[in-house]
């Protein structure tokens, strides 16, 4: 196992060249934020689809070994 660092490094940027908008600060973890959400309701709307097939695949299995008349 690798040993860890005692320290952990920081690197300070200095300022930009061109001035930066607050819009293009926040553009790369917008794009990450939205991405995410994506996933997070996609895998919502999965786990949703699998409870209702898996309430109408039961449904349909007891009306099929429901009482015979």
Same mark, same amino acid.
């Given at each position: @196992? *690798? %040993?860890k660092p005692d320290r952990i %490094? =920081? #690197?300070v940027f200095g300022p930009a $060249? #061109? *001035?930066e908008t607050a819009e293009d600060a926040f %553009?790369? $973890?917008d794009e990450a934020i %939205? $991405? !995410?959400a994506r !996933? =997070?309701?996609r895998q919502m709307a999965r786990e949703q689809f699998e409870r209702t097939r898996a309430l109408e695949w039961k449904q349909a299995r007891q009306n099929r070994s429901g009482? @015979?008349?």
């Open positions: @196992m *690798a %040993r %490094r =920081i #690197e $060249s #061109e *001035a %553009r790369p $973890s %939205r $991405s !995410l !996933l =997070i309701g009482p @015979m008349r």
